[in-house]
């Protein structure tokens, strides 16, 4: 009688965490705050840049998860406009950059907890930089791959907090570079 008594709590607590741990699919939006360096190389002749540096930009995406564990993902970041100083034979002139990336991606979660999920998501981006001065305009496009690691703190059932880092592509010569900081919040229907 022992032995049935404990199989039958054990068998209720492994539904129960198997439940626990089953999630509906569902869709989620969400916006963000995307930080990238805007630190410029030496383009077409231009030379010693001076730029703003990190700048904060804003991000919206949305996406579709599965089940617990996998889902996709869409996103686009618009890297604001920045300033820089440059000298070119001798003379000294200014001039501003401008950028967009857009990705999807599937995304892998790994919940630590119900707080805590670690996640991971790998697809493909499209980024354009933009770069007008006296001397010069230039336009960059790619189309490459899109990576991002992440945490992301779940407030309630439908609210959660993310924080990551997301890599749009190969190295940019110009705007903001190809590594960026996200921090944000979503919203699951």
């Given amino acids: 009688m022992k032995k049935l008594i404990v199989a039958l709590i054990a068998s209720t607590a ?3 965490a198997a439940q626990a741990q089953t999630t509906q699919p569902h869709a989620y939006v969400g916006v963000g705050i995307a930080t990238a360096d805007h630190e410029n190389s030496s383009v077409g002749g231009l030379t010693n840049f001076d730029s703003d540096g990190y700048k904060a930009s804003g991000k919206i995406f949305g996406g579709y998860e599965f089940d617990q564990n996998w889902g ?5 970041t618009d890297f604001r406009n920045s300033d820089f100083n440059y000298s070119a034979n001798g003379t000294n002139a200014s001039g501003r950059t401008k950028g967009s990336s857009y990705y999807i991606a599937g995304k892998y979660n790994m919940p630590v907890n119900d707080q805590f999920a670690v996640y991971g998501k790998l697809g493909l981006q499209h980024s354009e930089r933009k770069l007008e001065s006296a001397a010069l305009n230039l336009k960059d496009t790619d189309t490459g791959a899109y990576g991002a690691v992440g945490l992301q703190y779940n407030l309630n059932q439908q609210v959660a907090l993310t924080a990551e880092y997301e890599r749009y592509g190969k190295s940019k ?14 919203y699951s229907f």
């Fill in 14 to 16: 492994a539904m129960g």
């Fill in 173 to 186: 010569s110009f705007g903001a570079k190809a590594d960026a900081w996200t921090v944000g919040a979503r």
């Fill in 72 to 76: 996709a993902e869409a996103g686009y």
